[in-house]
Each structure stands twice: as structure tokens, then as C-alpha cells.
């Protein structure tokens, strides 16, 4: 979707105004090693933006920060309207119950899929809802169902993890993730756990979702998707964003040294 059909069927989100994910400044080290250095972020409702760069370069680190996975040390997140100020140390009954409202909006799929492994794919898809939603188990069984439908695994609902491929496991928790109705869905290489032919399973979920107008972010090595489905790229080196832009502009051509030497490897 371009800038421009975003703008116009932007859905106004219920707190008013169109809903935003904005990173400002964020910074974040463990222990003395600096990974993100001032890294800031906007992605608009409906946008896909993917997140590319050498491995160690704080990709992951960012986007648990945009959920609070990881609790940044300086900064600030906007979600909706949702505003946390980061590097505050004390902890406030306020703060936390920002930064749970937070984490609803923006739903994580990890790469290591991170289902539970002793509750069938249903359950693990309706825990959210029940648990945190408060969702009534009847609703949230047809809620699950329909879930598991869309990302093609109707058939397996009543399945443990352990009997499930990677693929499958990680379209289970693509439909966990969905079932807490997020603004955003928040991706950290979804495939790379995954052998290669289980990559175009996900990957064709995840362009489903892009379509029906999900708002995404996407930290992936997948080149072909980005250059496909994504409507902004972010190249980031050493705990900074080195260049963003469309697809074409940076995965084409590329004006930083970094971005080229990256993607002659990964092409
Ligand atoms: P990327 O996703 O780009 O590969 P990461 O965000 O995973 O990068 O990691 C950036 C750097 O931060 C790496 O050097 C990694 O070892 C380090 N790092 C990540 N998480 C932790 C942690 N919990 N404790 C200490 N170091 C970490």
C-alpha cells in the first residue's frame, strides 16, 4: 500500500486520530556495550515497514523496546496515543498500566515461535484473549477458530506444539498474536528458525495480513519480501539507522557502503 491509499483509507482508531507507532530516541546499552544509539522510528496505520542489518546491530533489541520486552534507557514510545517515557526508574502503578495497554496494541511474534507447549494450538490462541482480554472461553473458541482458518491450520486446532512443523508453529503464533486484536504486529525474524522450504508458508501469511492492512514491522533477512510487500525499508549498522526509504531505494540502490556490502551477502 503506498503513502498516499494509506492516507485515505487510514481507519480512524477509537481514541481518535490515525493510529501512530513512533520511537523517539532510543537508546539502550547492556552493561557497558551500546546497542541502539538514538534510533528513532514512525510507521502509520497500515504501513509495512522492514527493519534489515547486519546481525548484532540492535534490530531485535528495538523492536522488544517498542513493546517494553526490553525497558529502554532513554527515549520515549507512542502506540495510539499510548506515551511511555523511558529511563524512568521508578515504577509507578500508572506507568505499568500504560505499558500493559501498550503491549495489547503491539502484539510480538518471536522467532522462536514461543507457543506453550502444553496447550493445544486453540488454547494457545485464545489464552491471550481470555486471560488478558477477559473474553468470555465461548467467544474466544470462535474467535481462535476463525484464526487458525485465515492462517490455514483449521485442521490442526486441536494439536500439541510438538506435532506441529516449524511453519505451522510459527502460523499459530501469527494467529495467537492476531487474537489480541493489535494495531500492530511486531515481527523478529519470523522465519530464520525456520528450514528453508518452511519459509514461503509464513511468508505468504504474512503477505495476506500486509493486504488485508495490518500494520507491520518486520525485522527480516528475507530480501524478496521486503522488496514485495514492504512499504519502507530500515537499514540499520551499530545501533543506528544508517538509511530508510522505499524498497527500490534501498534495496536497489543503496547510497550507503554499509547497505551494499549488506546485501551483496544476504542476495
Ligand atoms: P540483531 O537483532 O541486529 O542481531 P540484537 O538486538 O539481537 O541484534 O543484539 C544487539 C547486541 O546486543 C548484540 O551484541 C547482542 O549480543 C547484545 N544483546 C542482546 N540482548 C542482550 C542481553 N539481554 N544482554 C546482553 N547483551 C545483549
Request: with cysteine.
Amino acid at each position: 500500500m503506498n503513502h498516499q491509499e494509506m492516507h485515505v483509507h487510514g481507519v480512524p482508531h477509537a481514541h481518535g486520530g490515525v493510529c501512530q507507532i513512533r520511537a523517539e530516541n532510543i537508546h539502550k546499552r547492556f552493561g557497558s556495550l551500546e546497542v541502539l544509539k538514538g534510533v528513532s522510528l514512525t510507521v502509520h496505520k497500515g504501513e509495512v515497514v522492514v527493519i534489515m542489518g547486519p546481525s548484532g546491530s540492535g534490530k531485535t533489541t528495538f523492536i522488544r523496546c517498542l513493546n517494553f520486552l526490553e525497558e529502554p534507557d532513554q527515549g520515549r514510545v507512542v502506540v495510539c496515543n499510548v506515551e511511555v517515557d523511558c529511563g524512568v526508574r521508578a515504577a509507578s502503578r500508572e506507568r505499568s498500566g500504560k505499558i500493559r495497554q501498550l503491549r495489547t496494541r503491539a502484539a510480538m511474534v518471536f522467532q522462536s515461535f514461543n507457543l506453550f507447549p502444553h496447550m493445544t494450538a486453540l488454547g494457545n490462541v485464545i489464552e491471550g484473549p481470555i486471560q488478558v482480554l477477559g473474553m468470555k472461553r465461548e467467544e474466544a473458541v470462535k474467535l481462535g477458530e476463525q484464526l487458525l482458518a485465515k492462517v490455514g491450520l483449521a485442521e490442526k486446532r486441536d494439536e500439541y506444539p510438538s506435532r506441529l512443523s516449524g511453519g505451522q508453529k510459527q502460523r499459530v503464533a501469527i494467529a495467537r498474536a492476531l487474537a489480541m486484536n493489535p494495531e500492530v504486529v511486531l515481527f523478529d525474524e519470523p522465519t530464520s528458525a525456520l528450514d528453508p522450504e518452511l519459509h514461503e508458508e509464513v511468508l505468504q501469511t504474512m503477505r495476506q495480513l500486509a493486504r488485508d492492512g495490518m500494520t507491520m514491522i518486520v525485522v527480516t533477512h528475507e530480501v524478496k519480501f521486503a522488496h514485495d510487500v514492504a512499504d519502507r525499508v530500515v537499514f540499520m549498522a551499530d545501533g543506528t539507522v544508517v538509511e530508510e526509504g522505499v524498497p527500490q531505494e534501498i534495496l536497489v540502490n543503496p547510497k550507503h557502503p554499509r547497505t551494499r556490502a549488506f546485501l551483496r551477502l544476504v542476495e
